[in-house]
């Protein structure tokens, strides 16, 4: 038990660093694999040195760090090879020329022009990733929806749930969740289908119900770009071949094949004489792009392995089990009701500190694989949509020049009911707990 209380003190320690940014997740992932791989291994009764593999040390520096290091390798390539789709869809103009068709097509009704660019933009974010690409795609979107009549706080906080539905769909995140919970890639296809749907429904809601709440006209000059690069309508359809590709019901394409397959599709219908050099600016760019990402995978896949580690779930399994509900119904109350937890990288965002509770719950079967993706899939949209700290929230709302808090308040209720939803569809439909 005194063990199992070390572990939890140094989880809230890190967690409360991370929330007061005095400390990353790059460098805390790699900090509590190393302090949790240290406790529960002293606390197991093994020699800090000695035998090869029967000693701390050894557990500590080959099992945790070295081949942690390597956990999520297939994960990062799936990251490496979307950033690349994702560079070739930005450089190409075929990212711009989606939003502008868009916007052409919405004419001058609001909930037209606001459905449209949602949409419009959320199957741009089923391929393209990262701060620079959102900075471009806001950059094309909020002027329009702004221009339209539609306030800059509504604008921001449908241009979030764009990229969480994109996000959704995007096949490198496919990948995350079958490396980091050892799940099968059609479940998870099948789940993330399945949500993207609801949260799409979802935000159909919420800009009806908000939009008739506006009481304040904004409107923003948009330049317009009098020598737009001309496009072949056949290269619009290259953010989404991907998925396209990987769920087609004749051959379903590996997920790095369908990335590089898209992404010469892309830059060949959109600039045949210049392929090899756009492929070969977006090789260089997008893993630029996919940099930060590498280094938090490498930490979560140390995490992963320390807290996957026999000597730790022995120590968190009689804890976690009385804990965590198995019984349908509270196990939808209990991941509802701390589903705010995944704020801050908090302990239920996967791509945070959650993703050491998560491997818990799966290798000490506390839960099957599935509920656990079902559970953080689903409370992972908070964090995605509503979290502070996220830097592409950040910079909507100064962009916007409102407040993110504001942005936080307006998008949790309407998220939370996404959970539940989702929850309840995961129980009853997904057969999550058989």
């Given at each position: ?8 003190i140094v989880f809230i320690i890190l967690c409360v660093l991370m929330i007061m940014k005095k400390i990353s997740a790059l460098i805390a992932m790699p900090l509590m694999a190393f302090f949790i791989a240290l406790i529960s291994g002293l606390f ?163 800009l009806i119900f908000e939009l008739r709440r506006e009481k304040r006209v904004v409107f923003w000059a948009v330049k317009v770009d009098e020598k737009e690069k001309t496009l072949s309508p056949f290269a619009l359809i290259t953010p989404i071949l ?193």
């Amino acid at each position: 038990m005194v063990s199992a209380i070390l572990i939890i003190i140094v989880f809230i320690i890190l967690c409360v660093l991370m929330i007061m940014k005095k400390i990353s997740a790059l460098i805390a992932m790699p900090l509590m694999a190393f302090f949790i791989a240290l406790i529960s291994g002293l606390f197991s009764g093994l020699p800090f040195f000695g035998e090869k593999g029967k000693c701390v040390a050894d557990f500590i520096f080959v099992d945790v760090i070295s081949k942690g290091s390597f956990r999520l390798a297939e994960a990062m390539m799936y990251a490496g090879f979307g950033a690349i789709l994702s560079r070739v869809v930005m450089t190409t103009g075929v990212a711009e020329k989606l939003v502008k068709t868009a916007a052409e097509l919405a004419g001058d009704k609001k909930f037209v022009v606001a459905l449209i660019l949602t949409v419009a933009s959320a199957i741009v974010f089923g391929s393209v990733s990262g701060l620079g690409g959102f900075i471009m795609i806001a950059s094309l979107v909020l002027p329009v929806m702004t221009a339209s009549g539609i306030s800059a706080p509504l604008s921001a906080c449908l241009l979030l749930f764009s990229l969480s539905i994109g996000g959704i769909f995007n096949p490198a995140n496919w990948g995350f969740y079958k490396d980091a919970l050892g799940i099968d890639l059609e479940v998870v296809k099948n789940f993330s289908i399945s949500y993207a749907i609801i949260l799409s429904v979802v935000a159909l809601i919420f800009l009806i119900f908000e939009l008739r709440r506006e009481k304040r006209v904004v409107f923003w000059a948009v330049k317009v770009d009098e020598k737009e690069k001309t496009l072949s309508p056949f290269a619009l359809i290259t953010p989404i071949l991907p998925i396209i590709l990987i769920i087609n019901p004749l051959y379903s394409v590996p997920v790095v094949p369908a990335f590089i397959i898209s992404a010469l599709y892309g830059a060949m219908v959109s600039d045949l004489k210049n392929t090899i050099n756009t492929i070969t600016s977006s090789t260089i760019e997008g893993l630029k792009d996919i940099a930060p990402v590498f280094g938090l995978f490498i930490g979560i896949g140390m995490l992963l392995n320390a807290v996957s580690a026999p000597y730790v779930t022995s120590i968190m399994q009689p804890l976690l089990k009385s804990v965590v509900p198995s019984n349908p119904v509270w196990f939808i109350v209990f991941f509802f009701l701390l589903s705010p937890l995944a704020l801050y990288r908090g302990p239920f965002n996967l791509y945070g500190l959650g993703s050491g509770l998560a491997a818990v719950l799966v290798s000490s079967n506390i839960l099957p694989a599935p509920a656990v993706m079902g559970a953080f899939l689903s409370v992972g949209q908070i964090q995605g949509i509503c979290d502070p700290t996220n830097t592409q929230n950040v910079w909507i709302a100064q962009y916007m020049k409102v407040s993110v808090e504001d942005l936080m308040k307006k998008t949790i209720p309407y998220v939370l009911g996404f959970v539940l939803i989702s929850l309840i569809w995961a129980v009853v439909f997904g057969g999550i707990l058989k």
